[in-house]
Nanobody, 124 residues
């Protein structure tokens, strides 16, 4: 069993930055692929970024490439999402998710555990 708790959301102006954190409890954190997803009002939950146990195993949605950076600290059981150059269309609830295994994945149904989400609002 893995429990995930996100933090770091808030209100920011367009062009600004935020750093999201996701603290995981449970065993063998390093054996999980960690992902970030987001869901805007009236839209489906969509993939943002994922990271495997090694920093070389990373994937991003095209919409955030070059602006967002995912990282993890296995010693702290924490995954981060650094978001720069934020746009109003980045406004959404951001969710952290965990999937057992080593290969990054981007589908919501491939992740077993989810956090409660943290709101990110980008004003124009």
């Amino acid at each position: 069993q893995v429990q995930l708790v996100e933090s770091g959301g808030g209100l920011v102006q367009a062009g600004g930055s935020l750093r999201l954190s996701c603290a995981a409890s449970g065993r063998a954190f390093s054996n999980y692929v960690m992902g970030w997803f987001r869901q805007a009002p009236g839209k489906e939950r969509e993939f943002v970024a994922a990271i495997g146990w090694s920093l070389g195993n990373i994937d991003y949605a095209n919409s955030v490439k070059g602006r967002f950076t995912i990282s993890r600290d296995n010693a702290k059981n924490t995954v981060y999402l650094q978001m720069n150059s934020l746009k109003p269309e980045d406004t959404a609830v951001y969710y952290c998710a965990a999937a057992w295994g080593s290969q990054v994945r981007s589908r919501t149904n491939e992740y077993e555990y989810w956090g409660q989400g943290t709101q990110v609002t980008v004003s124009s």
